[in-house]
């Protein structure tokens, strides 16, 4: 198998995992909705911690299709711009001297 068709294979497999994902969430808010509560069933913010955040901002971005700057990246964590109502951060969960 070539290296293009891994890289195919590991895309899907990303985008059927995290539609997964996002399913069950989902499902878990409709059930929420359901009890009264003063909480608002709602997911803000995803973080996924990383150990090499400028690699990991390129191939997430590349993955969804966003533009990115690798210069831009300098911070610890990594706000992915996208347009959804629950955001994407990556997270260099290193400790650094």
Do not use: A
């Given at each position: 198998?070539?290296?293009?068709?891994?890289?195919?294979?590991?895309?899907?497999?990303?985008?059927?995992?995290?539609?997964?994902?996002?399913?069950?969430?989902?499902?878990?808010?409709?059930?929420?909705?359901?009890?009264?509560?003063?909480?608002?069933p709602k997911v803000n913010n995803?973080?996924?911690?990383v150990k090499d955040l400028k690699?990991?901002?390129?191939?997430?971005?590349?993955?969804?299709?966003?533009?990115?700057n690798g210069d831009s990246v300098?911070?610890?964590?990594?706000?992915?711009?996208?347009?959804?109502?629950?955001?994407?951060?990556?997270?260099?969960?290193?400790?650094?001297?």
């Open positions: 198998m070539g290296i293009s068709v891994q890289l195919l294979n590991m895309e899907s497999t990303f985008f059927i995992e995290i539609r997964e994902f996002l399913g069950k969430i989902q499902r878990k808010v409709e059930k929420l909705k359901s009890i009264n509560s003063p909480i608002f995803v973080f996924i911690h690699k990991s901002v390129g191939w997430y971005c590349n993955i969804l299709g966003i533009p990115h300098e911070s610890l964590v990594y706000n992915i711009p996208i347009t959804y109502e629950t955001g994407l951060t990556l997270d260099d969960h290193t400790i650094r001297s």
